[in-house]
């Protein structure tokens, strides 16, 4: 999945590491989709958006946010404040890739929009960028990189953004 980074990376900035998503279930009893299910959208967002906040608050953590947290905007202005916001981009076409590639996606997390597919991803995006652009730090492409590959240039970007914080 999209947070397989976020261990690695932290190590080499010496923090923890942490996927909101992972601590969305933990604190919710049950996995994503089930929340969204039965307990609704709205409650969903308010799980994330108090997850989000004890994250951001802590110190010296690499999260991995999910993809609707900066739809929150209490979340957007915390994201800015905690630190520096890497924002991972891919092309339309290997964002469908992964997510039909990755079956923990679509077993965890409903879909978004009742279309799905590449279709959804177009009109998801169009929402959330504006918001990811207002976060960001600074914007890479994952493209078809390795993960030691992006996690090489995230610390090359966020490195002296880090240290300037600090």
């Given at each position: 999945?999209?947070?397989?980074?976020?261990?690695?990376?932290?190590?080499?900035?010496?923090?923890?590491?942490?996927?909101?998503?992972?601590?969305?279930?933990?604190?919710?009893?049950?996995?994503?989709?089930?929340?969204?299910?039965?307990?609704?959208?709205?409650?969903?967002?308010?799980?994330?958006?108090?997850?989000?906040?004890?994250l951001l608050d802590g110190d010296r953590l690499v999260i991995a946010?999910?993809?609707?947290?900066?739809?929150?905007?209490?979340?957007?202005?915390?994201?800015?404040?905690?630190?520096?916001?890497?924002?991972?981009?891919?092309?339309?076409?290997?964002?469908?890739?992964?997510?039909?590639?990755?079956?923990?996606?679509?077993?965890?997390?409903?879909?978004?929009?009742?279309?799905?597919?590449?279709?959804?991803?177009?009109?998801?995006?169009?929402?959330?960028?504006?918001?990811y652009r207002e976060c960001a730090s600074c914007t890479i492409d994952?493209?078809?990189?390795?993960?030691?590959?992006?996690?090489?240039?995230?610390?090359?970007?966020?490195?002296?953004?880090?240290?300037?914080?600090?």
């Open positions: 999945g999209e947070s397989m980074w976020v261990g690695p990376l932290a190590a080499r900035l010496g923090g923890g590491a942490v996927d909101a998503d992972d601590e969305m279930e933990r604190q919710g009893g049950k996995r994503i989709a089930e929340i969204c299910a039965e307990d609704g959208e709205p409650r969903f967002r308010q799980l994330e958006r108090q997850v989000m906040q004890e946010a999910g993809g609707g947290a900066v739809l929150n905007d209490a979340t957007r202005i915390q994201m800015k404040t905690a630190g520096p916001v890497v924002w991972l981009t891919a092309e339309v076409d290997v964002l469908a890739a992964r997510i039909g590639g990755d079956e923990s996606t679509s077993a965890r997390r409903p879909d978004l929009t009742p279309t799905g597919g590449r279709a959804e991803i177009e009109r998801v995006l169009a929402v959330r960028e504006p918001l994952t493209g078809n990189w390795t993960v030691d590959e992006m996690i090489a240039e995230i610390l090359a970007v966020v490195g002296p953004l880090a240290k300037k914080d600090g």
